[in-house]
């Protein structure tokens, strides 16, 4: 039986990762400290037998007995509110964590798949980012402090692909959504959605013209079982190129809760990106994936479980 170990297993994407290498025949490994993933995502598999969980922070050097064939880096802060109260510990996870980990595909000899974001493009001067785009990043503004660790954690995880071999995938993930999701997280669905059940304003962050592009999280765990499968090694955006302005995905949270909540607006924070939509040719072309579920169906699930969770 091959063994995944998925750091930040408790979190977000990486609980859903733990689903799916289980459901593939994996014995899955899942590793976090939990300052900001949950024992509520995983408790499914407490009693798997093929599933076990290590609290621990991947800013210190782990130790695994047995072996290891895909090491799955997703331990990090991955939302503004999260890495503006987490500075520090965003930095470490993205530099000594992303060590840490390599280190141990390395002496294992695992495959090794790292989760970076469509935020190493910063506030984008191309439209759609495409891979081969460097960026526009403000690396001392208060969202540095996650842009530069993801660039850092790209730029360790290629030196350890080119000096000592390793088999390593980067994946770039624009905007992800789902049930899960914490709903202080602070992102704008979660944000909308809780707002709009509450019967609150929804709080728009600027005019509303800013744009995002929105990927259901089956779609995107999908794609991560291709790239990590594949024989890929340069970076690859995984997203939904379906764009929309933020006041376009209020108003479909609106439709779908039912809430007659006002839309209001706020000063946009520093550095906050105007445009983001991912360029998928190279996940189309190489890894023969492109999402599947559409907003309206995605929104539908997430706010069924917000409903069973607020």
Known sequence: MRTALITGGA??????LCDLFL??????????NLITGSVENIDRHAKDKNFKFIKHNITLP??????????????SPASPVDYLNFPIQTLKVGSLGTHNALGLAKAKEARFLLASTSEVYGDPLIHPQT????????????????????RFAEAIVMAYHRVHKLDTKIVRIFNTYGPRMRIMDGRAIPNFIAQALR??????????????????VSDLVAGLYKL????LHDPVNVGNPVEMTLKELAIAIKKVTGSKSKIV??????????????????????LK??????????????????REHI
């Open 23 to 32: 459901e593939k025949g994996f014995r899955v490994i899942c590793v976090d």
């Open 62 to 75: 782990l130790r695994i007995k047995e072996s290891v064939d895909m090491i799955l880096h997703f331990a």
């Open 265 to 286: 607006y706020r000063p946009l924070p520093k550095d906050d990106p105007k445009k983001r939509q991912p360029d998928i040719t190279q996940a189309r072309n190489k």
């Open 199 to 216: 019967g609150e304003p929804i709080t728009i962050y600027g005019d509303g013209s800013q744009t995002r592009s929105f990927c259901y």
């Open 131 to 150: 891979e081969d785009y460097w960026g526009n990043v403000n690396p001392v503004g208060p969202r540095g402090v996650y842009d530069e660790a993801k």
């Open 228 to 231: 990590i499968n594949s024989g």
């Open 289 to 306: 994936w492109q999402p599947k579920v559409g907003l309206k169906a995605g929104l539908a699930q997430t706010v069924e479980w917000f």
């Open 11 to 16: 979190g977000f994407i990486g609980s859903y």
